[in-house]
Nanobody, 125 residues
Framework: VQLVESGGGLVQAGGSLRLSCLTS????????VGWFRQAPGKEREGVSC????????YYADSVKGRFTISSDNAKTTMYLQIDRLQPEDTAVYYC???????????????????WGKGTLVTVSS
């Protein structure tokens, strides 16, 4: 199983990015999938995830209304659309998947079986 993120970069505050997570040996339909981020000097934070059973979506309060999680029809690529970027969104973003079905537990890092290596998002003010 591999998860490979892409789409990070340097962007000005107020701009947008779409992060992608290409999966292999793994179907987005079979696992809870989501995005985490880790800013310099801070702990890892679960920002969004999608449940498998009911398609429920979770967003951290800090990103609600600005981040949108989705997947493609083939269920092999996951996306995170980030709008109205803020300097505090600067972080390495990781996609992840796991068997934990409770989204609140998943974003706390429980039941995460697979991690990507991350993509850096830098937001300039």
């Amino acid at each position: 199983v591999q998860l490979v993120e892409s789409g990070g970069g340097l962007v000005q505050a107020g701009g947008s990015l779409r992060l992608s997570c290409l999966t292999s040996g793994f179907s987005v339909d079979d696992y809870t999938v989501g995005w985490f981020r880790q800013a310099p000097g801070k702990e890892r934070e679960g920002v969004s995830c999608m449940g498998t059973r009911d398609g429920s979506k979770y967003y951290a309060d800090s990103v609600k209304g600005r981040f949108t999680i989705s997947s493609d029809n083939a269920k092999t690529t996951m996306y995170l659309q980030i709008d109205r970027l803020q300097p505090e969104d600067t972080a390495v973003y990781y996609c992840a998947g796991g068997r934990e079905t409770a989204t609140l537990a998943f974003v706390d890092g429980y039941g995460v079986d697979y991690w990507g290596k991350g993509t850096l998002v830098t937001v300039s003010s």
